[in-house]
């Protein structure tokens, strides 16, 4: 059993604010346990998409790096390209983005890496041997950096069921190319809900998609399955095949985040941020009014306990009204499900633990 350690929401004074309750986190979970004196040391967080300002804020991002400055070791702050058309698709767009967002040197007081390089095509190969891979292509700054420390903001995701550290080690640590593997699922058209509005049109970075009569057309030999027309369409006339591409999405993930801790052993800590829990990625251009209220923010030595840890307390917590959770609003009644029904959140948990990611039993401890 693992522990994990929480600082609930809400202050009532200077020594209750977020500053305070990292530092608290990073002290009692064991930060200098992971990471070693002259450590290059990769943060990892989520930049977040233009037009998203759900992910975690760069000041709470400074005070985890400057945790890691007082052990001595040298902290840079990075994220990776994405597949879809945005801000994000290139280093030059991604680091425009991220100032954007704050994450600067004058803010962070670290430098700010792109890992996977200008296009996405700086990778190694690293062995997991799964059941889908054997290897996977890893961002190379991810690779060769001593020792890291991940910072998620734990959320829903509409095929996952929710985000957390395993998602973030998973898609988050991939190359271009690695989230291109990750992303073979390919979306099913309901063409009887489709009401040509264009919306999948626009949001489809492979212009793979067409009106062809009352309906659209998906090029499916074009499509990278990135899921964004399923994200962008407001008459959810695309849909996945739950059965098998969604299971197959989360197996992929998980042998992709095994891959990014492969050459890390006992070099890595976990912290997410149970706050602003909205009901999508931080990869899409917009977010949606929070399900439940926020929780607080966990830290752990094991990315699975951690996230069952999460979990667990969203499914405890009350839902909100009004937002995209249509029911289940009592505590201790399982949300993501309703959020994004069809998917099957738990999943992450067997896999990772089959992959040898940690355990999903944990104590979790107040600070």
């Not at 994450?103 to 700010?112: A, K, R, Y």
């Not at 069921?161 to 699922?185: D, I, P, V, W």
């Not at 849909?239 to 098998?244: P, S, Y």
């Not at 009901?279 to 929780?295: A, E, L």
């Given at each position: 059993?693992?522990?994990?350690?929480?600082?609930?929401?809400?202050?009532?004074?200077?020594?209750?604010?977020?500053?305070?309750?990292?530092?608290?986190?990073?002290?009692?979970?064991?930060?200098?346990?992971?990471?070693?004196?002259?450590?290059?040391?990769?943060?990892?967080?989520?930049?977040?998409?233009?037009?998203?300002?759900?992910?975690?804020?760069?000041?709470?991002?400074?005070?985890?790096?400057?945790?890691?400055?007082?052990?001595?070791?040298?902290?840079?702050?990075?994220?990776?390209?994405?597949?879809?058309?945005?801000?994000?698709?290139?280093?030059?767009?991604?680091?425009?983005?991220?100032?954007?967002?704050?994450?600067?040197?004058p803010v962070l007081s670290c430098p700010v890496l792109i890992a996977?390089?200008?296009?996405?095509?700086?990778?190694?190969?690293?062995?997991?041997?799964?059941?889908?891979?054997?290897?996977?292509?890893?961002?190379?700054?991810?690779?060769?950096?001593?020792?890291?420390?991940?910072?998620?903001?734990?959320?829903?995701?509409?095929?996952?069921?929710?985000?957390?550290?395993?998602?973030?080690?998973?898609?988050?640590?991939?190359?271009?190319?690695?989230?291109?593997?990750?992303?073979?699922?390919?979306?099913?058209?309901?063409?009887?809900?489709?009401?040509?509005?264009?919306?999948?049109?626009?949001?489809?970075?492979?212009?793979?998609?067409?009106?062809?009569?009352?309906?659209?057309?998906?090029?499916?030999?074009?499509?990278?399955?990135?899921?964004?027309?399923?994200?962008?369409?407001?008459?959810?006339?695309?849909?996945?095949?739950?059965?098998?591409?969604?299971?197959?999405?989360?197996?992929?993930?998980?042998?992709?985040?095994?891959?990014?801790?492969?050459?890390?052993?006992?070099?890595?800590?976990?912290i997410n941020f149970l706050t602003n829990i909205t009901p999508h990625?931080?990869?899409?251009?917009?977010?949606?009014?929070?399900?439940?209220?926020?929780?607080?923010?966990?830290?752990?030595?094991?990315?699975?306990?951690?996230?069952?840890?999460?979990?667990?307390?969203?499914?405890?917590?009350?839902?909100?009204?009004?937002?995209?959770?249509?029911?289940?609003?009592?505590?201790?009644?399982?949300?993501?499900?309703?959020?994004?029904?069809?998917?099957?959140?738990?999943?992450?948990?067997?896999?990772?633990?089959?992959?040898g990611l940690g355990r999903r039993e944990y104590r979790l401890k107040?600070?």
């Amino acid at each position: 059993m693992e522990d994990v350690y929480i600082a609930r929401a809400g202050a009532h004074g200077i020594k209750r604010n977020t500053e305070h309750k990292l530092r608290a986190l990073c002290e009692a979970a064991g930060l200098s346990s992971a990471v070693s004196e002259n450590d290059l040391t990769a943060v990892k967080v989520h930049f977040g998409e233009r037009g998203n300002d759900a992910f975690v804020n760069p000041m709470h991002v400074a005070s985890v790096a400057a945790e890691v400055q007082t052990i001595g070791a040298k902290p840079f702050v990075t994220d990776t390209n994405t597949l879809y058309v945005g801000g994000r698709r290139n280093a030059a767009d991604n680091l425009e983005t991220a100032a954007k967002h704050g994450f600067t040197w004058p803010v962070l007081s670290c430098p700010v890496l792109i890992a996977d390089g200008l296009k996405g095509t700086n990778f190694r190969e690293v062995e997991v041997y799964g059941k889908h891979f054997e290897h996977v292509k890893v961002a190379s700054d991810i690779v060769s950096a001593d020792s890291m420390v991940v910072i998620s903001h734990f959320k829903g995701h509409e095929v996952a069921g929710f985000g957390g550290a395993l998602k973030n080690l998973g898609m988050g640590y991939a190359a271009s190319e690695g989230k291109r593997e990750q992303h073979t699922t390919r979306p099913l058209l309901l063409p009887e809900k489709c009401i040509t509005c264009g919306a999948c049109i626009n949001a489809c970075p492979e212009f793979c998609i067409s009106i062809e009569g009352p309906s659209i057309a998906i090029d499916t030999d074009r499509c990278i399955g990135c899921l964004m027309c399923m994200n962008t369409c407001p008459q959810h006339a695309i849909d996945l095949d739950w059965q098998d591409d969604g299971v197959v999405f989360v197996e992929w993930m998980i042998e992709y985040a095994a891959g990014a801790v492969a050459n890390k052993t006992g070099k890595v800590f976990y912290i997410n941020f149970l706050t602003n829990i909205t009901p999508h990625c931080d990869c899409t251009p917009w977010n949606d009014t929070p399900f439940v209220p926020d929780i607080g923010i966990l830290a752990s030595r094991d990315p699975v306990a951690l996230d069952k840890a999460c979990y667990d307390l969203v499914n405890n917590a009350e839902g909100v009204h009004g937002t995209l959770l249509p029911d289940h609003h009592h505590a201790g009644e399982e949300k993501f499900t309703r959020v994004w029904p069809g998917t099957n959140p738990e999943l992450q948990f067997t896999i990772a633990e089959e992959m040898g990611l940690g355990r999903r039993e944990y104590r979790l401890k107040e600070i």
